[in-house]
């Protein structure tokens, strides 16, 4: 679930993309928050995953797509299986094909951008009678806090492109970076 659908009241079009164009692009210029809810292991998870300061629109969608393609490949697989289910074996071809040809299409399209990702995860056990947090909560929250509310900004006019990347930038930064990423400095 991607968070803060708010539409700027006012403001200039080149910050703030219509419906179409978000939804391809991503709910968010800088990237992902999502929430996982409890589930019946008693855990919950809510993850902030930043993309690097400058990420294009062009790279957005890729990135998009690359999430998406997960479910979207197999479906559009299982697709190809119920119309051509008269001939399986083009059918199964077919579909393996495509599924494989989308994560490679992908993968090579999000090669710069992907190692850059930074990602905090912060996970809550609902058990033992209170919840036990596990990850760095303070930076997640704080985060996630002036990226929305800069971007806010930003969709209205009220900060320029140059201000919200340099504070993209410094969020960016302060995500410690994934052990085994090459990371964009």
Do not use: C, K
């Not at 998009?64 to 490949?73: I, N, S």
């Not at 071809?93 to 850059?116: E, S, Y």
């Not at 009678?129 to 990226?147: I, K, N, V, Y």
Request: net charge positive.
């Amino acid at each position: 679930m991607d968070s803060n659908t708010d539409r700027p009241a006012t403001g200039s079009r080149r910050h703030a993309p219509g419906r179409r164009a978000r939804s391809l692009q991503g709910e968010h210029l800088w990237g992902r928050y999502t929430v996982q809810p409890v589930t019946r292991a008693l855990w919950s998870a809510r993850t902030l995953e930043v993309y690097p300061p400058g990420t294009n629109a062009t790279e957005l969608l890729f990135l998009r797509a690359w999430h998406a393609w997960r479910l979207g490949g197999p479906l559009t697989a299982a697709v190809l299986l119920l119309v051509l289910h008269d001939r399986p074996f083009v059918a199964v071809g077919l579909a393996v094909t495509l599924n494989v040809v989308g994560f490679l299409v992908l993968a090579r399209a999000t090669r710069r951008t992907r190692p850059a990702v930074r990602t905090l995860t912060v996970t809550t056990f609902h058990g033992n009678g209170r919840p036990e947090e596990h990850g760095d909560r303070r930076l997640f929250d704080g985060s996630l806090d002036a990226l929305t509310v800069l971007e806010r900004a930003h969709r209205q006019d009220r900060v320029g492109r140059v201000e919200f990347e340099l504070v993209w930038g410094d969020v960016w930064d302060a995500i410690p970076a994934t052990p085994g990423r090459g990371a964009r400095s």
